[in-house]
């Protein structure tokens, strides 16, 4: 049991980066537009209607003020893990250098549960946008190929249902990935300046129409509504008041994962110790500014209670922004919006699969997952195959799963690998203080220990069912790892061979003493 603990060495990741197959051709605003494509997405487009209706009301921007202070914390231990080990697998490759291989394992367990579903659940919300836009233009889908089958079934229909847009969207960009990181990059920095376009937009004509209205100020009154319970297909829960605000923080923590996905590009940055660091922090910072404006121009247009999917505008809750438009009697801004996020989601749904793949890579190499996720194709250094696997299993939940049940299922895994995170670089600062560090964290003990106290409490702020789920999933993953990675694990099997046992015996005396 004590190899459990094993560490990957520092030898080890130098090789990696030496022999990686994956092409350097990422500069620091690349990797910036990167992590701005995959935080403005599904959190503005989307859980600002979620996360209204179901948690914190007007106050939702106070929720996106709780989670960004909660994702500085672990965006700076991000940032200096970066700068020491600019390898991909993100996380849990930081973890693998520093605490051990099980401890390296749950974090990617809980990356992969974390991405995948942050992927199904913009796709469903690309889904929203998409019907709405081919609605301006009237053209309707039938419901049962737009509603998955627990939502097709609760409004009160039979028979199939399935999201067909989600799961094609999938495929679409699954198409665009296995080309290659460099189009892939140049396709998603287009989006970005389309997308940042548009919420400056939205943030300018919502102040305008909000505060030229005969009562500017009525729908953010009360701005923290009175807790109370909201009952949907037969489960309860509580929502609003001071619980709901900080539940509200919980529930759209996913929203920032792009910051995360910045790391998982180490791999193909071409100075990864100096621009990783940098775009993490920036496009933290853009997007909470940007996320805080939106949330209080949509709650200021828009009453929170109207976003109810069982309601008046059933469809609100899909498409927010656009319909808060629509209502306010500014139908051609809700094309230009509707427009926007349709277009502007993709991206986001590219860096959350191509974070993912990056992640397999990463396990796949150490030996903890099959070697066919760390094949990269000579041609275009992509994991081809990898990218095929993931985009069939994202397309077939996605096209079957409700979105709420997506969204705090991928703020689990968010939150839980931001904690992981915070403990493994003060550990990292304990026992290698000598390490070449290109950013160090202010005050670390500090930082880690708030990091750590405000994502663990977040956790326990998520719905009932996605703590349970989400704890079943850790669980699988134990099972895995003694079933199948231990058993395979490189490290475990001698595969760094003679550098890996002269720098890792005396690390394991070290600590049996």
């Known amino acids: 049991m004590s190899k459990i603990w094993v560490k990957k060495p ?6 990696d980066i030496k022999k990686s197959e994956l092409k350097r051709v990422l500069g620091k605003w690349s990797l910036t537009a990167i992590g701005i494509g995959a935080i403005i997405g599904g959190g503005i487009f989307v859980l600002t209607g979620t996360g209204a209706y179901y948690n914190a009301g007007p106050a939702l921007a106070l929720s996106f003020v709780i989670a960004g202070i909660a994702c500085v914390f672990a965006a700076l231990c991000y940032a200096e893990f970066a700068s020491i080990l600019p390898v991909e697998g993100s996380a849990y490759a930081y973890a693998y250098g520093t605490v051990g291989e099980i401890f390296a394992w749950i974090i990617g367990w809980g990356l992969i549960l974390e991405y995948a579903m942050g992927s199904m659940t913009v796709a469903v919300s690309w889904s929203g946008y998409f019907g709405k836009l081919l609605k301006m233009f009237g053209l309707h889908l039938p419901a049962y190929l737009t509603t998955d089958p627990q939502t097709y079934i609760a409004a ?5 249902s399935m999201n067909l847009p989600a799961f094609l969207i999938v495929f679409f960009v699954i198409s665009i990935l296995v080309r290659g990181t460099k189009g892939a990059a140049k396709a998603n920095n287009f989006i970005v300046i389309l997308k940042v ?8 004509a919502g102040a305008f129409i909000i505060f030229n209205s005969a009562e500017p100020f009525k729908n953010w009154i009360p701005f923290i509504p009175e807790p109370t319970t909201i009952t949907e297909n037969g489960v309860s829960h509580s929502a609003y008041g001071l619980a ?3 539940a509200g923080a919980s529930a759209i923590f996913f929203a920032y994962v792009g910051f995360d996905a910045v790391s998982t590009q180490a791999g193909e940055a071409i100075n990864p110790k100096k621009d990783v660091p940098f775009a993490i922090i920036a496009s933290l910072i853009i997007c909470t500014l940007l996320y805080i404006l939106v949330s209080l121009v949509l709650t200021g247009m828009m009453h929170y209670t109207d976003f109810n999917p069982l309601g008046k505008y059933p469809d609100a809750i899909k498409a927010p922004v656009a319909y808060a438009f629509d209502i306010a009697g500014y139908a051609w801004a809700g ?3 509707t427009i926007a996020a349709t277009v502007g989601l993709i991206s986001v749904l590219m860096v959350m699969i191509m974070g993912q793949s990056r992640i397999f890579l990463g396990m796949s190499k150490d030996g903890l997952i099959p ?5 990269v194709n000579p041609a275009t250094g992509v994991p081809t195959k990898n990218l095929l696997i993931l985009g069939v299993v994202i397309a077939v939940v996605a096209s079957l799963t409700p979105i709420n049940d997506l969204a705090h299922m991928t703020s689990f895994g968010t939150l839980f690998a931001f904690t992981m995170v915070c403990v493994a670089v003060w550990v990292l600062r304990i026992k290698e203080p000598n390490l070449q560090r290109n950013f160090k964290v202010p005050a670390l003990p500090l930082i880690a220990c708030l990091g750590i106290a405000i994502n663990v409490y977040l956790i326990f702020n998520l719905s009932k069912e996605a703590q349970m789920y989400s704890f079943g999933w850790l669980v699988i993953g134990f099972f895995v790892y003694f079933l199948y990675s231990k058993k395979h694990s490189k490290l475990q099997n001698g595969g760094y061979g003679e ?3 002269a720098e890792q015996e005396p690390l394991e005396k070290h600590d049996l003493d």
């Open 10 to 15: 520092m030898s080890a990741y130098e090789a």
């Open 335 to 337: 094309y230009i919006i």
């Open 197 to 204: 376009s548009a919420i400056i937009f939205v943030i300018i």
């Open 244 to 246: 709901g605000v900080v």
């Open 156 to 160: 009160g229909n039979s028979g199939f």
């Open 371 to 375: 070697a066919t996720f760390s094949k």
């Open 499 to 501: 550098t890996f046992k």
